[in-house]
């Protein structure tokens, strides 16, 4: 999975930050440029991913596994104008981490590491994305916590508590199953596969 190097960004300099983790109370990152130095000189191939999410996310990157899905993906959710943010709760040795690490590689996306499951809902209200990516039981149960929060005209006014919100993922292909929240504030649902 080398599309970090070759990712065509022509918008995202080296020095903008790429993959966000938490380091105690703290959130630190590292930049595109960071992440493709410790590529070019080698990463083990299997981290832990709740231990060192980062790690994970590089071993990830330098596995040479090229994913057909990331391109398709592309396809259907192009880079926007604005830099997209997605939160990765899914360890990136799995199909679908590997999908969305890859195509935010591709597309420049910045990516917030959340290896923990229980923090996901308050990780992805405190960080706004762009992107949200789950299986459809998933984006239920997530737009039932978060879209409830304000009312969707709000919502369609770009305001919180998602109102950077331009798509949804779904990972599990069942782009018609997706929940009556999402639906109104009006974003965009993408199959996965």
């Given amino acids: 999975m ?11 300099s080296q020095t ?24 070019a000189a080698g990463v083990p191939g299997v981290a832990d991913w709740p231990a060192d ?23 259907r959710l192009p880079p926007s104008r604005r830099r997209d943010i997605v939160v990765l709760d899914r360890p990136p040795g799995v199909a679908e981490g590997r999908l ?16 923990d499951i229980e923090r996901r809902a308050a990780t992805i209200a405190w960080v706004r994305p762009t992107i949200v990516a789950g299986t459809a039981r998933e984006l239920r149960d997530l737009g039932e916590r978060l879209l409830v929060l304000g ?17 949804v993922i779904l990972l599990d ?17 993408i199959a996965a596969g």
Avoid at 27 to 33: E, V, Y
Avoid at 173 to 187: I, M
């Fill in 2 to 12: 080398a599309v970090l190097a070759r990712a065509a960004r022509a918008y995202v």
């Fill in 100 to 115: 969305l690490l890859g195509w935010a590689a591709a597309a420049g996306a910045a990516v917030i590491l959340e290896p």
């Fill in 151 to 167: 009312d969707p005209g709000l919502l369609r006014r770009r305001r919180r508590p998602l109102g950077r919100l331009r798509a």
């Fill in 173 to 189: 292909h069942a782009s018609d199953d997706l929940a009556e929240p999402w639906r109104a504030v009006g974003v965009a649902a």
């Fill in 53 to 75: 999410p980062v790690a994970a996310a590089l071993a990830a990157l330098s596995s040479g596994e090229e994913n057909a899905a990331i391109g398709g993906l592309l396809e």
């Fill in 16 to 39: 903008d930050a790429f993959l966000f983790h938490r380091q105690g109370r703290d959130w630190r990152w590292i930049s595109f440029g960071a992440a493709e130095s410790k590529l």
